[in-house]
């Protein structure tokens, strides 16, 4: 790898994606739209308008399967009336009543928002969905008629989740696991080496982009050199994928899988902004978070859970930890900041922002947060107390209300550069 780097000319963007199977695995959980169109993360952005062959043919076979929930949805509905019509012939008197239920019928089955197939069921209308073998290959599609009733069907070739039991690895799928992890963690040193090996390959670097990297190879960048090599680098990302599992060979010689708290993630990805910070002083734009998780995630068992916490703060809990001050990473040359996929304080971030208004270097020009929430166990309820005049109209009240304590709009109107509320309430 270091002979291929050194025959690079005029580097500018640089992408790293390595995960590892020791995060979060999905069981039988992911739904089979979610399967089709599982993507890996992009590395040099979006550069391709046109979807591959492969999304193509996932595409093609997710729109058959809306066609034939749309006919089953429309076999029942035909069904239900001829049930209805049978029950009106046999008892006039439940005439309105029948049609009715009709009605409820008719709007339930009309499809209005894409199926939720679970390995070729759909699970909100079991009785009619076409049965789909459990283990096929992925994205094809065959078409036949049932001899008995006449009715076509559908299959597609989805992938099972059948083989992978995240709680009941088996040995094989362990040793696979090792296996992995020992060629990744060769390749990361070889990658890093490289580029210490390279300096002025890598000296018009400008933009570093690490997609997806699993927390267990966070390590391989708490290297002082490398940073020092990237002396020109301006835009960093670095999104992590939190691992849940740990596994090595016992000194008995079998293999051995224990679980670790995703949480510890947090910790090295703070050691490791905290290090970039001290050492290049040329980043202007930091886009930092998670990979995996919240709203990012797919299954049921995943979407919306195991939020970690922002990688701007040190502690995740402040009355654990030194003061919120201290609890802040201070990032003073970073004029533009993005978080993705985690969740922070309102006292953090309010000091955040507050320690690098009053910096010495260029302050912060802009903040995006993609899919970051925000807790409020760290601030008092705020009195419901407010005399608003009578003659101010319901829509402008909210002038007049101070906003609650730890929420988006006070966090907002203590930050924001521009007018607050109370300059409005003034000014209205």
């Known amino acids: 790898m270091t002979t291929a780097f050194s025959r690079l000319t005029g580097i500018r963007e640089l992408g790293l994606s390595v995960l590892s199977c020791l995060g979060w695995l999905n069981g039988r959980d992911i739904s089979d739209r979610a399967k089709l169109f599982q993507t890996k993360p992009g590395i040099f952005g979006s550069q391709y308008l046109l979807p591959d062959s492969g999304r193509r043919k996932n595409l093609a076979a997710w729109q058959q399967i809306i066609k034939s929930e749309a006919l089953a949805s429309e076999r029942l509905q035909r069904r239900s009336d001829r049930d209805v019509s049978d029950a009106e012939s046999e008892s006039p008197t439940n005439t309105v009543l029948q049609l009715l239920g009709r009605r409820s019928r008719n709007e339930s089955s009309t499809p209005t928002i894409p199926p939720l197939m679970f390995e070729g069921h759909n699970i909100e209308n079991t009785d009619v969905s076409p049965t789909l073998p459990s283990s096929i290959e992925h994205g094809g599609i065959e078409h036949g008629v049932d001899p008995r009733s006449g009715d076509a069907w559908t299959r597609f070739e989805i992938p099972s989740g059948e083989g992978m039991m995240p709680s009941e690895l088996s040995l094989g799928q362990e040793e696979w696991m090792m296996e992995i992890e020992w060629a990744q963690t060769a390749f990361l040193c070889s990658w890093t080496l490289s580029i210490l ?37 301006e835009d960093l990302t670095v999104l992590v994928s939190p691992d849940w599992r740990h596994v090595y060979k016992h000194v008995q010689g079998h293999i051995t899988t224990d679980l670790i708290r995703p949480s510890s993630a947090h910790g090295l990805f703070v050691n490791l902004l905290t290090k970039i910070g001290h050492i290049n002083k040329s980043i202007r734009t930091l886009k930092v978070g998670y990979i995996g998780g919240g709203e990012h995630a797919t299954g049921m068992f995943a979407r919306n859970q195991n939020i970690l916490p922002a990688p701007i703060m040190r502690e995740p809990c402040p009355k654990l930890g030194p003061t919120i001050e201290d609890n802040i990473i201070l990032l003073p040359r970073i004029e533009h900041l993005i978080l993705i996929n985690c969740w922070i304080t309102p006292t953090a971030l309010k000091a955040f922002f507050a320690d690098n208004a009053t910096c010495q270097y260029s302050p912060l020009k802009s903040a995006t947060f993609d899919s970051v929430s925000l807790t409020a166990h760290d601030v008092k309820p705020a009195s419901s107390n407010v005399d608003i005049p009578f003659d101010i109209p319901y829509s402008m009240r909210w002038l007049y209300a101070e906003p609650t304590p730890g929420s988006w709009s006070d966090v907002i109107n203590t930050i924001t550069p521009g007018p607050r509320i109370s300059h409005a309430r003034h000014t209205h």
């Open 197 to 233: 090996d390279n300096p002025t390959i890598f000296n018009s670097l400008r933009t570093l982009n690490v997609a997806n990297l699993s927390s267990t190879y966070l390590i391989a960048l708490h290297r002082d050199d490398l940073w020092e090599t990237l002396s020109g680098l």
